[in-house]
């Protein structure tokens, strides 16, 4: 990894099997989920992490260590995704690492939009409400994305996939600021599908808007 740059691997396949997650994207996955949903310090160090992951796949812990020391350090915390908040006092162990401890973790507000691009995580209404409260946005942007969030979330949340698989892929360097004309490019042709879905809908009859319903819940 050295003199390489980082990159995020959260929606990386294998190549032959473009359905299935590599393990590196299943550890970073891992990572920011676990991130995302724990507060307490002493279940952020590594060690803790390795140990939540462990246990939610039936591993052992200490098999997973090593590829999460360096998912966080050579690439979370290089790319901006995960910060080191502080360091718990250690009353064993060597003296130099008692004085300086053990780091603890959290997600930084790139991380959290990450988080809530994947789908097997479960908090993402609750971790919405904390980024738009914390990020500064555009206000007209942010009352956009407030009204799509509340009567089209899916939509939301698949614009969001495609703009971290856009960053993934080194379309752009930054997650943040969070701006509509780079949010939606990334997302063309499916914007551009729902509107001219929206237009047409709206001017439909009432027999043609149930027929049109009728279709689309054929779907589930």
Known sequence: M????????????FKTKKDEPTGEALRQRSIIITLATQDNPTQ????????????????????LYSGIFRD????????????ETGRLPLKRGPKALQEKGIPFYQLTDSGLLVAMSL????????????FFSQVQIDAEFLMELQVITKFVPRFFYSLLKNYIQAYC?????DLLPLERTKFLSVS?????????????????????????????DEIR
Do not use: H
């Open 119 to 130: 789908e097997e995580f479960s908090q993402r209404e609750k971790i919405l409400e904390r």
């Open 169 to 173: 892929d080194g379309k752009f360097s």
């Open 72 to 83: 966080l350090d050579e690439i979370l915390i290089p790319l901006g995704i995960v910060k």
């Open 2 to 13: 050295a003199g390489s740059t980082p990159r995020l691997s959260v929606f990386d396949t």
């Open 44 to 63: 952020t160090t590594r060690t803790a992490i390795s140990q939540k992951i462990a246990t939610d796949n039936g591993n052992v812990w200490k098999n």
């Open 188 to 216: 063309k042709d499916m914007v551009m599908t729902q509107k001219e879905f929206l237009d047409a809908f709206t001017g439909m009859a009432k027999q043609e808007k149930e027929k049109t319903l009728r279709f689309l």
